[in-house]
């Protein structure tokens, strides 16, 4: 299993326990770091753009400390084809370095804000699906992708988060009727030190009750991001684009080991 970040450095579930894979080049397309001095936010292009092709939108959040050239290293190891990719940076600067994702009511909406200001000039550059837009982040990161795709879920088709938790407080589930089937995946790690199993099933539990559509997927490792998870974010949110359901990710589904 290839590691990016380690701790060091820095109403249906699904769970499975995935294989090693493969990781990809990290400079296998062009990333454009943000356009002008002081800019929140760094853009992906997939290998050989199409213009005339609208593309979804993969917009990537980073971990605390972090900022929007993450999305450097991340993207090409998600896919260097079918994305464009949108690195946004926390909108607090961290306590030793970086940035953050302040879970607070000010820290919510300049994160909101700074999310669609990103999309925005996404969309002045390139080709976009306007119904194909993916949140996604990691750690408080994705737990900010969580909670900004829940407050706007006609402006996302779907969320995902590598060992963020679900955001509590604020109301995170305030348009509870709108947000029935809306699709989430969340990554697990088995053995993370800040996100307990029992913090996962009791989300999984609040979840259901709320209607939404959720995918969990547990890896055997601590509180890291591998090429593994980044791997199985791709393949998630090509389900989400295709309506198609990819044939090991079904096989893998049904392991009676999921869990062990």
Known sequence: ???????????????????????????????????????????????????????PLLIWLHSA?????????????????????????????GPHRGYAWPQTADGIVAAEQ???EAIAKARDRFNIHTDRVYLAGYESGGTMAFRIALRNPERFAAAASIGGPLPEGHRPLARLTQLRKFPLLLAHCRDSQTYSIDRVC???????????GVTLR??????ELTTQMLHDLDVWVMEQVTGIVAADQHERAESPNDWN
């Open 65 to 93: 400390g972090g900022d929007e050239r993450q999305l450097a290293r991340v993207l090409p190891l998600v896919s260097t084809r079918n994305y464009v990719g949108l690195g946004v940076r926390g909108p607090v600067a």
């Open 1 to 55: 299993m290839n590691r990016l970040f380690a701790p060091a450095e820095l109403p249906t579930a699904t769970t499975t326990k995935p294989p090693p894979t493969e990781h990809r080049r990290v400079d296998a397309a062009r990333v454009h770091r943000p356009v002008r001095l002081g800019e929140p936010c760094s853009f992906f292009t997939p290998q050989n753009y199409e213009a005339n092709y609208a593309y």
């Open 202 to 212: 009791h989300e999984l539990k609040l979840v259901h009750s709320a209607g939404m």
């Open 218 to 223: 547990q890896y055997p490792c601590g509180d």
């Open 114 to 116: 700074q999310i669609m």
